[in-house]
């Protein structure tokens, strides 16, 4: 079993839709990130959460520390937030670990 | 907010020889980055952690003497893949921490072909 599991892999809504991206994760972490990743590769910093919640634009992150939970929530979905998103969580040291990703198509 | 900047974005190279790709925290002073390599519908996996001016540190199973890692100043580290192969075609891309408290900075990476 991995040690940062996400659900669902593959994920396709409507422009519009409220979407849910969840990771689960096994391991005492000191902070968990949320990335993005485009069909050219570049990887961008969404999230990084240690409590609570944030939001930025459409964008909605949550962690639950207790239950070893995140979410991430993109409201009016559109199309260009096709993407692959990645949860990653650090526990020791510096290294981050990752999730498989979840791969997010928004049709128009 | 802060940006690394990695170059080249994509190269192609002949068997045997060798490439350097370079990693640079364009507005801030990156005391560690990292370089991960990401295989096609996977996650990225990381090859090594690189402090400034001390040796990098690598992960199992990755070959120091393949994948060599410069750190010489907080703003530039560099991969050089060494005679390079066609099993080391792969996406290539670094992030960076200003320090312990801040998030990390990804590069936009480095599509590697060997042919």
């Known amino acids: 079993k991995n040690e940062v599991e996400q659900s669902p892999q593959n994920l396709t809504a409507q422009e519009g839709e409220f979407i849910t991206i969840n990771c689960s994760y096994s391991?005492?972490?000191?902070?968990l990130h949320w990335l993005q990743q485009h069909p050219g590769g570049g990887i961008v910093s969404l999230f990084m959460?240690?409590?609570g919640k944030k939001k930025h634009g459409r964008l909605i992150a949550t962690i639950n520390i207790q239950e070893k939970h995140s979410s991430l929530h993109i409201t009016a979905s559109h199309p260009r937030d096709s993407a692959v998103y990645i949860c990653?969580?650090?526990?020791?040291?510096?290294?981050?670990?990752f999730g498989e990703g979840t791969q997010l198509t928004v049709n128009p | 907010g802060a940006v690394v900047s990695q170059h080249p974005s994509r190269v192609i190279c002949k068997s045997g020889t060798s490439v350097k790709i370079e990693c640079r925290s364009l507005?801030?002073?990156?005391?560690?980055m990292f370089w991960y390599r990401q295989f096609p519908k996977k996650s990225l996996m990381l090859m090594a952690t690189?402090?400034?001016?001390?040796?990098?540190?690598?992960e199992q199973g990755v070959e120091k003497d393949k994948f060599l890692i410069n750190h010489a100043s907080l703003t530039l580290s560099t991969l050089t893949v060494t005679s390079a192969h066609p099993e080391d075609s792969s996406f290539y891309i670094c992030?960076?921490?200003?320090?312990?408290?801040?998030?990390?900075?990804f590069g936009s990476g480095t599509r590697l072909t060997v042919v």
């Open positions: 992030s960076a921490r200003e320090g312990l408290h801040y998030g990390y900075t």
């Open positions: 391991v005492g972490i000191s902070a």
């Open positions: 959460l240690s409590s």
């Open positions: 990653a969580v650090m526990a020791s040291g510096s290294r981050l670990t």
């Open positions: 507005d801030f002073q990156a005391t560690t």
């Open positions: 690189s402090n400034e001016g001390s040796k990098a540190t690598y």
